[in-house]
Nanobody
Framework: QVQLVESGGGLVQAGGSLRLSCAAS????????MGWFRQAPGKEREFVAS????????YYADAVKGRFTISRDNAKNTVYLQMNSLKPEDTAQYLC??????????????????WGQGTQVTVSS
């Protein structure tokens, strides 16, 4: 049973930073790409960032490129999302996601079989 548990969300002023973590369990973490998505009230879930199983490649939504950094520590079964220069429009619930197949990574939510419960990020102006 794959489990994903996010942490690190909170309230921050515009221009501030937060670091989200997602701890994974239930299978060999190092064989799977990972992704971060976000969903604001009344809006569709949107891709934020993804990373390959060996951290060789990372992908970002245009809205966060240059401000957010995705990384992973396979020894700790954890993926991170460092968020800098936060803006009010970054306010959303942030969800960690894992695909069902190994050695894949995707920008689409349909590419992911497992989801965490989410962590709320609120950026005040």
């Amino acid at each position: 049973q794959v489990q994903l548990v996010e942490s690190g969300g909170g309230l921050v002023q515009a221009g501030g930073s937060l670091r989200l973590s997602c701890a994974a369990s239930g299978r060999t973490f190092s064989r799977y790409g990972m992704g971060w998505f976000r969903q604001a009230p009344g809006k569709e879930r949107e891709f934020v960032a993804s990373i390959t199983w060996n951290a060789g490649m990372t992908y970002y939504a245009d809205a966060v490129k240059g401000r957010f950094t995705i990384s992973r520590d396979n020894a700790k079964n954890t993926v991170y999302l460092q968020m800098n220069s936060l803006k009010p429009e970054d306010t959303a619930q942030y969800l960690c996601a894992a695909p069902g197949q190994p050695f894949t990574v995707d920008r689409r939510s349909v590419g992911y079989a497992y989801w965490g419960q989410g962590t709320q990020v609120t950026v005040s102006s």
